[in-house]
């Protein structure tokens, strides 16, 4: 059975930087493509950033380039969402889904608050 | 980024009703188009992919349709588990790009 399991979510600062990480089994990581898809209270769906196979193509929503960096480890069966300078509006459900694009299989979501 | 714009944002409508969301891109996507349907407190789950695949489980009540810059999904007969909220989502280039959504809500 395919799981994804996000975690590292919660409250952290305006300016404040936070690690996503989310925990894959039941299929072969290392051979998809994953991402990162978010979703503010209320709101719709934003895709966020995905990355390849071996980590060497990385692509990301022109407003979060520079501030949010993807990565994965396939030794680990684990992708990752480094996210810094957060700011209110990054306040948001962050769910992992695999694929880069056809998403057939997605995580619960981890909540990231960002607030003072 | 592309821009995708759906329409309506939000409808009503009774069990049995033939239902239809439309969407549209900023720019020719060929048939790089997907459909999400997402239940509230639930992650999306992928109903159609390349304008009118349906995924394996999904009922065939629900059909897509479209290319180039215009594409609909359709539900011909709504029923009880349907009312959802919809999304696109064009996969043509790598940096993909949902539409704003549609809630189909009960009449």
């Known amino acids: 059975e395919v799981q994804l399991v996000e975690s590292g979510g919660g409250l952290v600062q305006p300016g404040g930087s936070l690690r996503l990480s989310c925990a894959a089994s039941g299929f072969t990581f290392s051979t998809f493509w994953m991402s990162w898809v978010r979703q503010a209270p209320g709101k719709g769906l934003e895709w966020v950033a995905n990355i390849n196979q071996d980590g060497s193509e990385k692509y990301y929503v022109d407003s979060l380039k520079g501030r949010f960096t993807i990565s994965r480890d396939n030794a680990k069966n684990s992708l990752y969402l480094q996210m810094n300078s957060l700011r209110a509006e990054d306040t948001a459900v962050y769910y992992c889904?695999?694929?880069?694009?056809?998403?057939?299989?997605w995580g619960q979501g981890t909540l990231v608050t960002v607030s003072s | 980024d592309i821009q995708m714009t759906q329409s309506p944002p939000s409808l009503s409508a009774s069990v049995g009703d033939r239902v239809t969301i439309t969407c549209r891109a900023s720019q020719t996507i060929n048939t790089y188009l997907n459909w999400y349907q997402q239940k509230a407190g639930k992650a999306p789950n992928l109903l159609i992919s390349?304008?009118?695949n349906l995924q394996s489980g999904v009922p065939s009540r629900f059909s897509g349709s479209g290319s180039g810059t215009d594409f609909t999904l359709t539900i011909t007969s709504l029923q009880p588990e349907d009312f959802a909220t919809y999304y696109c989502q064009q996969t043509y280039v790598t940096t993909r790009t949902f539409g704003g959504g549609t809630k189909v809500e009960i009449k």
């Open positions: 889904a695999r694929g880069g694009g056809n998403h057939d299989f």
């Open positions: 390349a304008t009118s």
